[in-house]
């Protein structure tokens, strides 16, 4: 009898959640993301396998399939809370409990049915997994021998052990605080836990110690799999040894007590007495003392209605909104986690190898940006459903539907109520921060800058709540609202993956807003303030719409919605909409106009397409015999407000190849420093060069190479001038790739940069396999053998030793440094110039750099030591000048005596 009552309890619980759409539609919305992440490679972003490993190899499914587990958390967790808390939420568990139902039988039979729920649809990632081998786009070059021995195991070892887990954890929670956002609170520390160990694991010494404390199995993957081979992640999988095997027995062992201790706090007479403490409360409050009967006079009601009545409705409900969240007990719980991540990740923020660094401003900003990413999205999300549907949870819908407000009262009282949680977590992280600050014994403190990072951080949020508001509006399902919002953010993420890159729509999107101490935000203020001014209209319009169709009343048909919603397309609402729309569009045009025509829009792909080109056009010069420079002249001209460069030089080319030279090719796009990116392409414009006579032989403006056939060949010992005349101009803003090395105050860039290039240059072919194979590019050739006469001949450098004479202007308030002494300095109206030259051939790698910096002097013999520094940052100046004179005590004595006059920092 008894395994018959355990048996149609997980049966139920089984036909109950397959009957529901939030089972289906995770399904389709997982199954999907899991299909075109591995069909396409874009999950290769979330894993630590080599770039050239197989997208199928052993070790790689085994831990897509755990990062799928961390990322169905959410769903799973809905179906295991719902299994505790549904007879709670229908009123129907006085019928459970007063049922001849033995404990385990009830509790066991709901665990056992929403986890067999959860494990299908795990088995239908899995397969969708399996299916991506086929589709018709994937890379079958990219795929080994298949084999159902990874999957299997994925599932057995680290799926199904996450699953038994993290339910009987989150079930534990449920069944005790019955308040799914509590458990969802729960959810959130789970996964903070796991993401900030992971990331500590990188810094401990002991990365044993740190595969145990991460709750998933995902870091003792890692371990494991750290110095694998590509041919080990090819074949192998991980051993059930070790780290992870200890990590599986170690957080089994924490569900099964969870499991036991929820078994054993559960009582049918204490979930029976909370209903009756509850009505006995009820009833004793309602009951009225008898009174001796006298006549009640009637309170008459101030009745104000006027332009001013639903914006004083929408604070009284706002307030309402807010404080209800902020006085609740899980609010207090979350804060105070929250508070603690952040005060841990400030204190130990922009160490490098342990070693400690001053709590500036903006580390402390950054520091409540990454401690508080997950637990706010989490609560704008979670807090959303939670205010949208509070009224229909509690079965007052009824009463405040009736309530003689607007619809936008309500909406616009939810969203500002959960703007104000979100500041009032960042406020909180930056008091946070100035606590530690001052702890530490560093008072220079940013107030302005503090108040900025504010705003932007709230205003993100912002976007955020909005977008959540509006998809609970529509989706009729607190949980399928949930989903919903869980698969905008991740495809948000993956459509940028598949190519989807501008920010105009990607929502919240816009181009990055750094800082530094010395520049500010800089240049980086316009295009966000613009991408904000854009996103806003469109948050304005989710607003309008989620207006058009908020819920008051009985629930209706979708038809009957559309056509509700069409009635309400009048007077203030439609007004709202279409000044939004007006706006999106406008300020959206603007953007294309700076980002698509004043510069050139380049995403990921055409970007690797251009380097490809490149290297399929030029790689014939890559062996052409070529002059080294012997000698650079220039003047430079740096405008510092306007970003701007203007460049005028020669080099002195002398053929060391003992033969004639009679090609020259030559490159202005520059050097490349990142994988998928040519860099100034866009803003470097080349004006002139000047050569003896010649013929072109090509001239591709769109890669800047430029090749030349000289009339008379330069002869072996023989010499000859180039000039050239360059100029990088700074137009609008770009979507992406905008320069950080020509800004306002702390311009840096080096001649590999801007100035011109001779033959072809191999940093500039793309490096990655999976790139090279798309392209049809042969794979990346091996560095040179050591015996290898002719790559010895080349360098990236273009030269050998080189002497600089330079003269470098900028604005009247900076100073200017090129290679060399200093022979001359001087002004001329709002410009100052330098005149430096080199006493001796250096290496051909210069740097030129302009800021309004400060200069401390000093000697070492005769030796000129200057350390220039921003004024806001004068630490350790005098530890580094003296750290400078013990080196150069030492390396004299050890090595050799220093050969310059002067040493710059």
């Known amino acids: 009898m008894r395994l018959a009552t355990w048996k149609e309890i997980f049966r139920f619980e089984v036909k109950y959640h397959l009957r529901q759409p939030l089972f289906y539609i995770a399904a389709f919305a997982l199954g999907l993301l899991a299909l075109l992440l591995v069909s396409t490679g874009a999950s290769e972003v979330f894993g630590k396998a080599p770039a050239s490993a197989f997208r199928d190899a052993p070790a790689v499914i085994v831990g897509h399939l755990t990062i799928f587990s961390i990322i169905g958390l959410l769903v799973m967790t809905a179906f295991v809370a719902s299994s505790v808390l549904r007879d709670f939420e229908l009123g129907t568990h006085p019928f459970f409990f007063t049922k001849p139902v033995r404990k385990f039988d009830y509790l066991m039979g709901r665990f056992a049915g929403s986890m067999a729920i959860s494990l299908a649809l795990f088995v239908i990632v899995t397969a969708a997994m399996v299916a991506g081998r086929f589709v018709p786009w994937q890379d079958a070059e990219r795929l080994g021998p298949f084999s159902a021995v990874p999957y299997v195991y994925g599932l057995l070892v680290l799926v199904f052990p996450n699953l038994l887990v993290m339910g009987a954890v989150f079930f534990a929670v449920a069944a005790w605080s019955r308040r799914m956002l509590v458990t969802y609170l729960c959810v959130v520390a789970f996964l903070i836990l796991q993401d900030v160990v992971e990331e500590l694991t990188l810094t401990f010494k002991n990365a044993f110690l740190g595969s145990l404390l991460e709750p998933t199995g995902l870091v003792a993957l890692e371990t494991v799999t750290r110095y694998w081979t590509v041919a080990e992640y090819n074949v192998a999988l991980p051993a059930l040894a070790g780290p992870l095997l200890l990590n599986r027995l170690l957080w089994l062992s924490v569900g099964a007590v969870f499991l036991g201790l929820s078994y054993a706090r559960f009582s049918y007479s204490r979930a029976a007495a909370g209903s009756r403490r509850a009505g006995k409360k009820f009833s004793e409050e309602s009951a009225p003392e008898i009174a001796p009967k006298e006549r009640v006079v009637k309170p008459r009601a101030a009745q104000r209605f006027s332009f001013l009545t639903p914006w004083r409705q929408w604070l009284r409900q706002t307030r309402f909104e807010a404080v209800t969240i902020l006085r609740g007990a899980p609010f207090i719980v979350l804060f105070v986690t929250t508070l603690v991540f952040v005060f841990t990740f400030a204190t130990v923020i922009g160490q490098n190898r342990g070693v400690p660094v001053y709590p500036v401003t903006y580390l402390m900003l ?20 939670e205010l949208v549907w509070r009224e229909r949870a509690l079965g007052i819908a009824g009463v405040s539907d009736a309530l003689p407000a607007p619809n936008w009262v309500f909406l616009g009282a939810k969203v500002t109520a959960l703007v104000l949680v979100v500041a009032a977590f960042i406020a909180a992280g930056i008091l946070s921060t100035i606590t530690v600050q001052l702890s530490s014994g560093f008072t220079h403190l940013k107030p302005g800058l503090y108040a900025r990072g504010f705003l932007v951080a709230t205003y993100s949020y912002l976007l955020l709540a909005v977008l959540s508001v509006f998809v609970q509006v529509i989706s009729k399902n607190k949980f399928i609202g949930y989903l919903l919002m869980i698969v905008v953010l991740l495809g948000r993420r993956g459509a940028q993956i598949l190519g989807f890159e501008h920010n105009l729509y990607r929502y919240g999107g816009h181009s990055p807003l750094l800082y530094s101490d010395m520049n500010g935000y800089g240049h980086y203020t316009e295009p966000y303030l613009w991408y904000s001014l854009y996103w806003g209209f469109g948050a304005a319009i989710l607003l309008g719409l989620s207006a058009l169709f908020w819920m008051r009343g009985v629930e209706i048909p979708l038809k009957a919605q559309l056509a509700l919603a069409r009635a309400r397309w009048r ?22 106009y700076n980002t698509n025509i004043l510069n050139e829009y380049l995403p990921r792909a ?11 056009k030029y790689r014939e010069y890559r062996d052409e015999p070529l002059p080294r420079i012997t000698a650079v002249r220039s003047e430079i001209d740096i405008y510092p407000d306007e970003r701007r460069v203007e460049i005028r030089g020669s080099y002195r080319l002398e053929n060391m190849a003992g033969e004639p030279i009679r090609t020259l090719p030559i490159s202005t796009v520059g050097r490349s420093d990142q994988h998928d990116y040519l860099p100034f392409r866009g803003t470097l414009r080349l004006n002139d060069l000047d050569l003896p006579g010649h013929r072109v032989v090509v001239s591709d403006d769109d890669l800047g190479v430029y090749v030349y056939e000289l009339e008379e060949a330069l002869m072996p010992g023989a010499s000859m001038e180039l000039g050239f005349d360059v100029s990088v101009v700074s137009r609008g803003f770009k979507n992406h790739g905008m320069d950080q090395r020509i800004v306002g105050n702390g311009t840096f860039f080096a001649n590999k940069n801007l ?35 002719a790559a010895r001949d080349r360098n990236y450098l273009d030269a050998d030793w080189t002497t600089y004479e330079t003269t470098i202007s900028t604005s009247l308030d900076q100073i200017a440094i090129a290679p060399g002494y200093v022979e001359d300095e001087w002004s001329e109206g709002d410009r100052r110039y330098y005149r430096y030259k080199t006493d001796a051939p250096v290496v051909n790698l210069a740097v030129f750099m302009s800021a309004d910096y400060q200069v401390a002097r000093d000697s070492w013999n005769d030796v000129a030591i200057e350390v220039y520094y921003h004024a806001d940052h004068p630490f350790n100046i005098e530890r580094l000048i003296e750290a400078t004179k013990i080196s150069l005590d030492y390396f004299t004595a050890h090595f050799t005596p220093y050969q310059h006059r002067q040493l710059r920092i």
Request: aromatic letters at 12%.
């Open 606 to 616: 055409e970007r690797v397409r251009r380097r490809a080109d490149y290297e399929r």
């Open 571 to 592: 007077g203030p609402v439609r007004v709202f909409i279409t000044v939004a729309a007006v706006g999106f569009v406008s300020t959206g045009a603007y953007v294309y």
């Open 755 to 789: 100035f011109p290039s001779l033959g072809y240059s191999r940093a500039n072919e793309l490096p990655s396999p999976r790139d090279r194979r798309r392209q049809g590019l042969p794979p990346v050739e091996r560095t040179a053998a050591v015996d290898d006469d």
């Open 366 to 385: 950054r520091a409540i940006t990454v401690s508080m990413q997950m637990f706010l999205i989490v609560v704008v999300i979670f807090y959303s459903g």
